[in-house]
């Protein structure tokens, strides 16, 4: 079993930045493939950003060259630094960390952190 908690989020003007953190517990997160997803108001969750362990991150494409993921396994944490915040950003961001058989969108997830990209 794994908990995960977000933290980080919050107001930000627009080309302001934010770092989210995921903070793991109950099992090593070593051994998952994390992910931060988010979800707009009346939109589906989509996924952001994932880093598997030792892979290459990958990201969608609208966040490409402003948001950086990164994982510290020795703190069993997972990070999204966002930079050049646009108000198309604002939503509920989750951390996920799943199985390496899992598809994305299954295994554990946190219950969110608000981001708000607004003047």
């Known amino acids: 079993q794994v908990q995960l908690v977000e933290s980080g989020g919050g107001l930000v003007q627009p080309g302001g930045s934010l770092r989210l953190s995921c903070a793991g517990s109950?099992?090593?997160?070593?051994?998952?493939?994390m992910g931060w997803y988010r979800q707009a108001p009346g939109k589906p969750r989509e996924l952001v950003a994932v880093?598997?362990?030792?892979?290459?991150?990958d990201y969608a494409d609208s966040v490409k060259g402003r948001f950086t993921i990164s994982r510290d396994n020795a703190k069993n944490t997972m990070y999204l630094r966002m930079n050049s915040l646009k108000p198309e950003d604002t939503a509920v961001y989750y951390c996920n960390a799943r199985k390496n058989y899992q598809p994305p969108g299954q295994g554990y997830w946190g219950q969110g952190t608000q981001v708000t990209v607004s003047s």
């Open positions: 109950g099992s090593i997160l070593s051994i998952y493939t």
């Open positions: 880093i598997p362990n030792g892979g290459t991150p």
